[in-house]
Nanobody, 124 residues
């Protein structure tokens, strides 16, 4: 199983980025998917998740209205569109795959597979 996150970079506050996560080695349509982030000295935190069917999305309050998660089953891809970025969004962003039910929990421990992370740095 391989999850490959990409799309991070250095941007200015107010800019946008789209993160991508390429998934291989598992039945993509059978897994809930999520994005988490970890800033230096902080614990990994939930950002957003989407159920295996794509029918339900969960989003952390601090990114509601700014970040949008989506998935493309035909391409085995997960995305995170991030708009109106703030300096406090600076972190390493990770994609993860979990069994059905993972998306609703927001708990990293329920996810089975993780990508390597992509760095997002927002300068103010």
């Amino acid at each position: 199983v391989q999850l490959q996150a990409s799309g991070g970079g250095l941007v200015q506050a107010g800019d946008s980025l789209r993160l991508s996560c390429a998934v291989a080695g598992l039945t993509f349509g059978a897994y809930d998917m999520g994005w988490f982030r970890q800033a230096p000295g902080k614990e990994r935190e939930f950002v957003s998740s989407i159920t295996w069917s794509g029918g339900t999305i969960y989003t952390a309050d601090f990114v509601k209205g700014r970040f949008t998660i989506s998935r493309d089953g035909g391409k085995n891809m997960l995305y995170l569109q991030m708009n109106s970025l703030k300096s406090e969004d600076t972190a390493v962003y990770y994609c993860a795959a979990g069994r059905p039910g993972s998306a609703a929990s927001g708990r990293p421990s329920l996810y089975d597979y993780w990508g390597q992370g992509t760095q997002v740095t927002v300068s103010s």
